[in-house]
């Protein structure tokens, strides 16, 4: 089993940062990749980012891509999410996620993928 605790959340204006964290313990050398998901209030869960620990592949949901960076600790028990130039419709619940089967590419970007999943941090963008 493997353990996931979200944080970082909180409110920020739009145009600012936050950077949210994962932190997963238990079985962590079982895991092959993680992601973020967000969830907004009567709207489905959808993807935001990834990374395969091996090869090192990141992968983005285009809405994001060139303000949010995914990035993790080597030792696989840490994963990042850099959130900048934020945007009141990036107001949601973000969920870590982790998967541990090997894959690469548009298979990352499903959440029925993913084995474990966090409790979820709360983001709010204010205009």
């Known amino acids: 089993q493997v353990q996931l605790v979200e944080s970082g959340g909180g409110p920020v204006q739009a145009g600012g940062s936050l950077r949210l964290s994962c932190a997963a313990s238990?079985?962590?050398?079982?895991?092959?990749?993680m992601g973020w998901f967000r969830q907004a209030p009567g709207k489905e869960r959808e993807f935001v980012a990834a990374?395969?620990?091996?090869?090192?592949?990141?992968y983005y949901t285009d809405s994001v891509k060139g303000r949010f960076t995914i990035s993790g600790e080597n030792a696989k028990n840490t994963v990042y999410l850099q959130m900048n130039s934020l945007k009141p419709e990036d107001t949601a619940v973000y969920y870590c996620?982790?998967?541990?089967?090997?894959?690469?590419?548009?298979?990352?970007?499903?959440?029925?993928?993913?084995?474990?999943w966090g409790q979820g941090t709360q983001v709010t963008v204010s205009s």
């Open positions: 996620a982790a998967d541990r089967d090997y894959g690469l590419g548009s298979v990352l970007r499903t959440a029925s993928r993913y084995d474990y």
């Open positions: 238990g079985r962590t050398s079982s895991v092959d990749a």
């Open positions: 990374m395969s620990w091996s090869p090192r592949m990141t």
